[in-house]
């Protein structure tokens, strides 16, 4: 079973050259902000509708799947 991960990195680097919080991106994506740390920090793996909501964001659509997302197993 393939594991995504969130690319942190670019995920960090958008919000701050945006000058949002990440609490404002989860906002924007529909998901909790404790789900969005969750996601950046590793803890948890990004499943199809969390992946689905992300890529709809605005903000995260420039960085298209394979800058947001990295394929794992």
């Known amino acids: 079973m393939q ?3 969130v690319r942190a990195n670019a995920v960090y680097n ?3 050259r ?7 991106l989860a906002q924007q994506a529909g998901i ?4 969005l740390s ?6 948890r793996y990004a499943g199809p ?9 605005p903000l995260l659509k420039p960085l ?10």
Do not use: A, W
């Open 14 to 16: 958008l919000i701050s």
């Open 32 to 35: 909790s902000p404790t789900m």
């Open 49 to 57: 509708s969390v992946r689905s909501r992300l890529l709809s964001t």
């Open 64 to 73: 298209g799947y394979d800058g947001l997302f990295q394929v794992e197993g």
């Open 18 to 24: 945006r000058c949002i919080t990440q609490r404002e």
């Open 38 to 43: 969750q996601l950046l920090t590793g803890q």
């Open 3 to 5: 594991k995504i991960r």
